[in-house]
């Protein structure tokens, strides 16, 4: 017997370097971690305390399979104050995690066969989870000429029809973003051209210039994914959000009831308080912001290539072409001599990704400041 064939997905090599980490830091070695996704801080405080207090006074049981009706609304409101469009409560649906609602997503927009396309680098779990439901991932072959993002020209450009796009602004691993225009521009090509949008607005919140802009905001047909991750810092909570069009909120409800019964139930009580932590959050975004100014200074004068342009998330996608034509050795390398743990580009670009390293600064400023050095010291 063995694994269907949906399951041959590709391996994370994120998860190797991770591994190889722990491995050098069990055994007493200096580990700089820059290759996980993942704010250093956790959760803010009262999330915590109102975890706590859930535990000692509510049994923990199943919930509405959508989430619970205050949960759901306070994220509805989030809408109105980030994007001035105000979805109602009955279009948004909490999810075990952005991932859970990315599966939902493409079971509930897509048939077998449907081609959907997607920014190449991209996030892994999105042509893995694609193949694994018998979607076909197209990959739109991007650069730093378009910001790495998709362009109605390339939607233009394609052969053959497709059913979805997925964009992801800001991006992983790129930290590059699509602007407001270009965003309503995609998006009302998909619109005349009975294209669904699945857009992973995940990393909202994390921005260092122009806000970032809400696909639901500028398309009912489109899907949203969101969640407590990356802005709220809570990964391990594993709660997410989507903003569903009207038209799929039956669907979408119906298959998380099978494959999920519901989001977390803890996470969800906890959550409700996390909307308050604005100061909280936003010292977190304050610390990427630092991390990011030193990294765009440390990294070229260390000798990398290019930076992608960061524009919001907390990752450095480092051209590293004059390094390497071989970007997972060199990480292998570059951990082993240095001590510095970083993501090689074929996670999410198996070609090109060969010359490109994504650097995660999501961490301290001190592990960024010391990564940095023992950059500058191995590379020079
Ligand atoms: N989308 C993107 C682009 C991500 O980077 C991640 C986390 N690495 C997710 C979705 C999923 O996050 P979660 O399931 O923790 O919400």
């Known amino acids: 017997m063995a694994a269907s064939q949906r399951a041959s997905v590709a391996p994370f090599f994120a998860m190797e370097i991770l591994k190889a980490a722990t491995e050098r830091a069990a055994g007493g070695a200096r580990v700089y971690h820059m290759e996980t996704g993942e704010p250093g801080s956790g959760a803010p405080k009262p999330v915590l305390e109102a975890a706590q207090a859930a535990l000692g006074a509510e049994k923990i049981g199943y919930t509405e399979a959508h989430g619970v009706l205050p949960l759901r609304e306070r994220i509805a409101a989030l809408y109105d104050e980030r994007y001035g469009f105000a979805p109602s409560a009955e279009r948004i649906v909490v999810t075990t995690g952005g991932s859970a609602?990315?599966?939902l997503a493409f079971l509930a927009a897509f048939d077998v066969g449907d081609r959907?396309?997607?920014?190449?680098?991209?996030?892994?779990?999105?042509r893995n989870t694609l193949q694994a439901l018998g979607l076909e991932p197209v990959l739109l072959p991007t650069t730093a000429e378009t910001r790495f993002q998709p362009t109605v020209a390339m939607l233009e450009a394609l052969e053959r029809p497709i059913q979805g796009l997925i964009v992801a602004s800001p991006s992983n691993p790129t930290g590059t973003m699509l602007s407001r225009r270009g965003l309503a521009a995609v998006t009302a090509h998909c619109e005349q051209n009975g294209i669904r949008v699945v857009s992973d607005e995940i990393y909202h919140g994390i921005t260092y210039g122009e806000p970032a802009a809400s696909a639901a905001a500028?398309?009912?047909?489109?899907?949203?994914?969101?969640?407590?991750?990356?802005?709220?810092?809570?990964?391990?909570?594993?709660?997410?959000?989507?903003?569903?069009?009207?038209?799929?909120?039956?669907?979408?409800?119906?298959?998380?009831?099978n494959l999920f019964i519901s989001p977390p139930a803890l996470s969800q009580r906890a959550a409700l308080v996390a909307f308050d932590c604005r100061d909280e959050l936003e010292a977190n975004v304050a610390r990427y912001a630092r991390n990011r100014s030193i990294v765009q200074q440390a990294f070229p004068a260390a000798g990398f290539g290019a930076l992608a342009p960061c524009d919001g998330a907390f990752y450095a996608y480092?051209?590293?072409?004059?390094?390497?034509?071989?970007?997972?050795?060199?990480?292998?390398?570059?951990?082993?001599?240095?001590?510095?743990?970083?993501?090689?580009?074929?996670?999410?670009d198996?070609?090109?990704g060969r010359a490109f390293v994504r650097f995660s600064y999501?961490?301290?400023?001190?592990?960024?400041?010391?990564?940095?050095?023992?950059?500058?010291r191995w590379l020079t």
């Open 362 to 376: 999501a961490g301290a400023t001190e592990e960024v400041e010391g990564a940095c050095a023992a950059l500058q």
């Open 218 to 257: 500028l398309s009912p047909n489109a899907v949203v994914i969101n969640g407590f991750s990356k802005y709220f810092a809570m990964t391990g909570w594993r709660l997410g959000w989507m903003v569903v069009p009207e038209d799929l909120a039956r669907a979408v409800e119906r298959l998380t009831q």
């Open 116 to 126: 959907v396309a997607l920014a190449n680098p991209g996030y892994p779990a999105y």
């Open 101 to 103: 609602g990315l599966i």
């Open 318 to 348: 480092a051209d590293v072409s004059g390094l390497t034509s071989d970007s997972e050795a060199f990480c292998q390398r570059m951990l082993a001599e240095c001590g510095v743990a970083a993501t090689p580009g074929i996670d999410f």
């Open 350 to 352: 198996t070609e090109r």
